[in-house]
């Protein structure tokens, strides 16, 4: 089954920064679309970045468009999350997940969930 781990999580200061990762266990991430969601307490889990299996598209929800920064290395067999600029409002359990076909263009399903981490900015 395909596994995914996610670590980097853990608490920081508005304005700081963390880097999310996301690795393969058991299988090669670059087979896959990853996204990265988040679930604040009291609601639903939002998609906010998504990168193709190529790499070569990437989105993001309009509320971290321009902080957040998703990418993958192959390599590693990892995708990132580079979030900086970070605000209490960014606080939410994140996920990443891996997809079939063209899931960031809207075209695929999600394969496999990774068990999530805190993250929590605030002063």
């Known amino acids: 089954q395909l596994q995914l781990v996610e670590s980097g999580g853990g608490l920081v200061q508005p304005g700081g920064s963390l880097r999310l990762s996301c690795a393969a266990s058991?299988?090669?991430?670059?087979?896959?679309?990853i996204g990265w969601f988040r679930q604040a307490p009291g609601k639903e889990r939002k998609r906010i970045s998504c990168v193709s299996s190529s790499g070569g598209s990437t989105t993001y929800a309009d509320s971290v468009k321009g902080r957040f920064t998703i990418s993958r290395d192959g390599p590693k067999n990892t995708v990132y999350l580079q979030m900086n600029s970070l605000k209490p409002e960014d606080t939410a359990i994140y996920y990443c997940?891996?997809?079939?076909?063209?899931?960031?263009?809207?075209?695929?399903?999600?394969?496999?969930w990774g068990q999530g981490t805190q993250v929590t900015v605030s002063s």
């Open positions: 058991g299988f090669t991430l670059d087979n896959y679309a």
């Open positions: 997940a891996a997809a079939t076909l063209n899931y960031c263009a809207g075209v695929g399903l999600i394969a496999s």
